[in-house]
């Protein structure tokens, strides 16, 4: 059984930092794209940020580019995010998600993710 396995995220002041990790098991991920995404109150799922297999190409939303960085760990099977420099307007449910084919570039919409993890809520407050 594949499951994304999502911790960190909490409560934290505008400015402040937090880190969300997400651990796959069940099958290895070495090779495939992963990404996380967020989803705000009465609002649509969208794409934060994206790293592809080896780590050498990413994506990131222009709202958080130069304040989030991804990252992966392909012996531990993890991908993390580090997110600096928080405004209230992060505040939503962070999931992490893998894509199933191997070797895809780094995708933006959720359509090509095949596995999600539970979801973390961060929360920025004013």
């Known amino acids: 059984q594949v499951q994304l396995v999502q911790s960190g995220g909490g409560l934290v002041q505008t400015g402040g930092s937090l880190r969300l990790s997400c651990a796959a098991s069940?099958?290895?991920?070495?090779?495939?794209?992963m990404g996380w995404f967020r989803q705000a109150p009465g609002k649509e799922r969208e794409v934060v940020a994206v790293?592809?297999?080896?780590?050498?190409?990413?994506y990131y939303a222009d709202s958080v580019k130069g304040r989030f960085t991804i990252s992966r760990d392909n012996v531990k099977n993890t991908v993390d995010l580090q997110m600096n420099s928080l405004k209230p307007e992060d505040t939503a449910v962070y999931y992490c998600?893998?894509?199933?084919?191997?070797?895809?570039?780094?995708?933006?919409?959720?359509?090509?993710?095949?596995?999600w993890g539970q979801g973390t809520q961060v929360t920025v407050s004013s």
């Open positions: 069940g099958r290895t991920f070495s090779h495939n794209t």
């Open positions: 790293i592809n297999w080896n780590g050498g190409d990413t």
């Open positions: 998600a893998a894509d199933r084919q191997p070797y895809t570039g780094v995708l933006r919409t959720t359509t090509p993710y095949d596995y």
